[in-house]
């Protein structure tokens, strides 16, 4: 972020959190600002979806964003090496970092604003929306359903 030039603010929570609804309460961010990664298989390869923290991911719907014939969630063992420097559950949204393609779901368009873990259960980032979509180039679409 800082090689881009990007303004962002480093938030840290006083614990840490390990679901998305927890980590938006510790970091006094709102679950549509809070963006949670989803690692997804489509087809064989990992896929990085990005979705609000108050919703989840609809794979039929990513599967169609994608052009997969078969999403499923990745299991951990499948994708815990790819990103290796992160804690498990705390990836940051920039699958191209990873070698991995990145979808956004489009609910996060009308925020101003983006949080995301930075690869700890106790650090996150908060920047602009627009800052975020530029670095990551994510495809958008209508990714997820809200919690029931």
């Known amino acids: 972020l800082e090689h881009s030039r990007v303004p962002f603010e480093v938030l840290s929570a006083s614990e840490d959190a ?6 938006a309460a510790r970091l006094h961010v709102s679950g549509n600002e809070l963006l949670k990664p989803v690692v997804l298989k489509a087809d064989g390869r990992l896929v990085l979806a990005v979705v609000p923290a108050a919703r989840r991911v609809d794979v039929r719907k990513a599967a169609e964003l994608v052009g997969a ?12 090496r790819v990103f290796e420097d992160c804690d498990a559950g705390a990836e940051p949204p920039f699958g191209d970092l990873y070698g991995v393609e990145t979808l956004l779901d489009d609910h996060v368009l009308g925020q101003a604003r983006v949080a995301f873990m930075a690869g700890t259960h106790h650090e996150a980032v908060q920047m602009g929306r627009a800052d975020y979509e530029r670095l990551a180039r994510p495809k958008v679409g209508d990714l997820c359903q809200p919690w029931q």
């Open 18 to 23: 390990y679901t998305a609804q927890e980590v």
């Open 69 to 80: 014939k078969q999403v499923s969630l990745a299991p951990e063992g499948e994708f815990a």
